[in-house]
């Protein structure tokens, strides 16, 4: 019970502090927001057509419509498209000329102007999306003029039978496979951050939480409370027990609200339990550690972010290691942060449960018991 005053007593201390507040709860949110909006994996674009209403130009508005790839919407002019377009209310603007079918029946070249003015990513991935519709719409039209071209027939007859066929033909498929196994790659927008901002901000928070054991010994709390018949390892417990609480509660936020607001799957559910947890009692381990190791409140909160920072960096949490060079992948799985980061992206990236992230969690846990015994070592003796 012991134990539990001081938890209680750290907990509220903590509640009092506005500051701490705001880095625990509002800015892990807002550095989501923006890293998943700028980092976001489109797996669909929005097109503005502009279409004159004839009956091929709006057969192609209809297939674009129907591509997973896209989500279309028709305007009558480009005036209206291209103000759209300026308001980000469309990523890209196709535009089909009058005279689309004329031309097009006619064996004339058409071209197709795409507008856009977002990031080049965007562009190149609208152009692609669309690009393939138009080819599909382009070989119904070359099937129909073949036909039309034997049999001396208006082209237009023979569109609906060329449609029919190609949905009732057998297609190509192309599966792809990669050689080494199932890919690393981390997931996209706010499912790609999310995890990484609780890695960083649960260890960051932790680690200058370590200002307050210096404070309650300085003002001899402790102290006074070993004259009292109370145990240097109920306060080591109580102490370490707060930091759970604060990292769990602090994981629980992020989990929640980034479900809530950026409709962020967290998998496996078991999985993402036993990760959270194994990783509260990380930043636990640290926090109290750094508690027992700088000599002044400031010096915890000053220097425990940097350094919870450059360990964010080493471990993947501002960009994916297999991005960088082997031997700085290697350094980076120096850091408990590379082995969080690997196992929530096998989570998250390629459903993972808890088979597939054994080996994470078994580091993990080396850490948390090295991190937790050295804290727990050290405030011993700061406390005899």
């Known amino acids: 019970m012991t134990a539990l005053v001081f938890t209680g007593v750290a907990l ?46 709006t057969g192609l508005s209809r297939a674009l419509d129907t591509s997973p790839a896209l989500e279309t919407r028709t305007y009558a002019d480009q005036g209206a498209a291209t103000a759209a377009l300026r308001r980000n209310q469309v990523d890209a603007v196709l535009v089909l000329p009058v005279g689309f079918d004329e031309r097009l029946l006619s064996g004339a070249p058409v071209e197709l102007p795409l507008l856009s003015t977002g990031s080049p990513g965007t562009t190149q991935g609208a152009w692609s999306a669309v690009s393939a519709v138009v080819a599909d719409h382009a070989a119904l039209v070359q099937a129909a003029g073949f036909a039309a071209e034997r049999t001396g027939t208006d082209p237009a007859r023979w569109l609906p039978l060329a449609g029919s066929l190609a949905a009732a033909g057998d297609r190509i498929t192309v599966r792809t496979e990669s050689a080494g196994g199932a890919p690393d790659e981390r997931a996209g927008g706010f499912t790609g951050s999310a995890p990484t901002m609780l890695v960083l901000f649960v260890f960051i928070n932790t680690l200058a939480a370590g200002a307050a054991v210096i404070e309650t010994r300085k003002l001899g709390v402790y102290a006074r409370s070993l004259a009292a018949p109370v145990r240097p390892r109920e306060i080591v417990f109580g102490e370490a027990l707060g930091y759970v609480v604060l990292a769990l509660g602090q994981s629980a936020m992020i989990i929640g609200a980034s479900a809530a607001l950026f409709g962020v799957s967290w998998g496996d559910p078991v999985a993402a339990l036993l990760l959270t947890g194994l990783w509260a009692v990380v930043g636990a381990g640290a926090g109290v550690l750094s508690g027992t190791l700088f000599r002044t409140s400031e010096q915890a909160s ?83």
Do not use: N, Y
């Open 12 to 57: 509220r201390r903590l509640a009092r502090d506005r500051v701490a507040m705001f880095f625990i709860v509002l800015l892990p949110l807002v550095v989501i927001l923006i890293v998943g909006a700028t980092i976001r994996g489109q797996d669909s674009f929005r097109v503005g057509v502009v279409e004159p209403g004839t009956p091929l130009a």
């Open 302 to 384: 000053a220097i425990g972010p940097a350094i919870g920072i450059a360990f964010g960096m080493l471990g993947g949490c501002m960009w994916p290691l297999e991005i960088v060079p082997p031997a700085l992948r290697t350094v980076g799985h120096v850091t408990p942060h590379a082995w969080a980061v690997d196992a929530w992206t096998t989570v998250l990236s390629r459903g993972g449960g808890v088979a597939d992230i054994a080996g994470q969690l078994a580091v993990l846990a080396g850490f948390a018991a090295v991190l937790v015994g050295a804290a727990s070592w050290r405030m011993a003796r700061k406390l005899a």
